[in-house]
């Protein structure tokens, strides 16, 4: 008999081992990081389909806090959590069904498949179909297409796929005054933040406040890596004292992704980056995952590599030898037609207001630009 129910806490550590077992096994997907998430923008709620007792499919649902009309969307990154596929249109059957109720007209995901991977059947089976909008920048979007590099070889075999001249910058990385070291308080965290706010101001994006990032590491810096428990590691480059670059990376499951970095112009000739970003390839690999998600390519595909902004982020990260991976777009199942239409409609003009009334909520519930010190 199969019942569909809410993910309770004390059924944490049901869910992070179901959740590190599936084959869409990402690292949103875990426990903590639906936990930290529900701090800020989000409201966060995972349902669970149970067979015979045993949790066998799940979804996490992240609606926004914040409600400016009686209807709402729901998130579900990166598709369900799953041992059986057959489960899953009657479980995101049950699912939409409490969620029309409560004033939701779609739910969109993105899904962890390669392009040239055909759609799962459960796929159609559910009612989803491709997005007629991308998602709007939310702190949530996923790249279009990433790197991956395969770590269970050797180091050795590591280092021989890296591109030459990046074999030549981590050896003058390790023969400067270049130190690495990770983060261990919340002053390094602070450090760190301004090193993404320098990025950022340097190339124009937004980043989330302050405080995101202090409960980021709060939630999950100290994270240990013991199965089905997320890992998330903070590193730091210094230059005799001063902190020069910082790069982070989280561990779930059979994966690890790089998620943060930021740098300051100062000392980037001792390619401060290149020496993180192999450290953080060597952590993964001793870490016992299959293989490091370089956090997107920087572009969409392979034929806008000369990008004036983006392009510099795809050379660097296709120097480490990762296999580029392009992405099915996202897929969207429509509750109420008509709402969905206004929400297409709207998008161009949400797009553009959304990620500073994000920023606006992740201060407000609880939290300051100080991140509560």
């Known amino acids: 008999m199969d019942r569909i129910q809410l993910i309770s806490p004390g059924q944490q550590e049901v869910w992070d081992r179901m959740a590190a077992a ?51 969307f729901c998130l579900v990154p990166h598709g369900p959590s799953y041992l059986d596929a057959a489960v899953i249109p009657d479980l995101l ?76 910058y981590i050896y003058r990385y390790r023969q400067s005054n270049i130190k690495i070291r ?14 993404i706010q320098e990025t950022a101001a340097r190339h124009g994006f937004t980043t989330h406040n302050t405080a995101y990032y202090h409960r980021l590491w709060e939630t999950l810096g100290g994270s240990d890596c013991r199965a089905g428990k997320p890992a998330m590691v903070w590193l730091l480059a210094e230059d005799r ?68 902004q983006y392009g510099g982020v795809y050379r660097f990260k296709k120097s480490f030898g990762g296999q580029f991976v392009h992405f099915h777009p996202e897929m969207d199942l429509v509750m109420r037609v008509y709402c969905y239409r206004l929400w297409n409609l709207a998008v161009p003009t949400l797009r553009r207001a959304l990620p500073w009334i994000v920023r606006w909520a992740e201060t407000g519930r609880g939290t300051n630009p100080e991140g509560n010190r």
């Open 22 to 72: 599936s084959p869409t096994m990402h690292y949103s997907h875990c426990f903590d990081w639906g936990e930290f998430q529900s701090q800020g923008f989000w409201s966060v709620r995972r349902f669970g389909l149970f067979r015979h007792g045993e949790l066998v499919a799940g979804v996490t649902c992240l609606q926004p806090s914040l409600k400016f009309s009686p209807w709402t």
């Open 93 to 168: 059957s049950g699912v939409t069904e409490v969620l029309k109720d409560q004033g939701v007209f779609f739910l969109k995901m993105d899904l962890d498949l390669p392009l040239e991977t055909a759609l799962p059947a459960w796929v159609q089976a559910s009612g989803l179909r491709p997005a007629e909008r991308e998602t709007i920048s939310l702190g949530l979007a996923r790249a279009r297409a990433t790197f991956r590099l395969d770590v269970t070889e050797p180091e050795e075999c590591l280092r021989m796929k890296l591109h030459h001249k990046t074999r030549q």
């Open 182 to 195: 990770p983060v261990l308080s919340q002053d390094d965290v602070k450090v760190f933040v301004e090193l």
């Open 241 to 308: 004292g001063q902190a020069i670059a910082g790069r982070a990376a989280i561990r779930f499951g059979e994966g690890a992704w790089d998620l943060l970095a930021g740098s300051r112009l100062i000392g980037k000739e001792f390619r401060p980056n290149h020496g993180l970003l192999w450290s953080l390839i060597l952590w993964a690999r001793q870490s016992g995952v299959r293989w490091y998600d370089f956090g997107g390519a920087g572009v969409d595909n392979e034929s806008e590599t000369d990008h004036p």
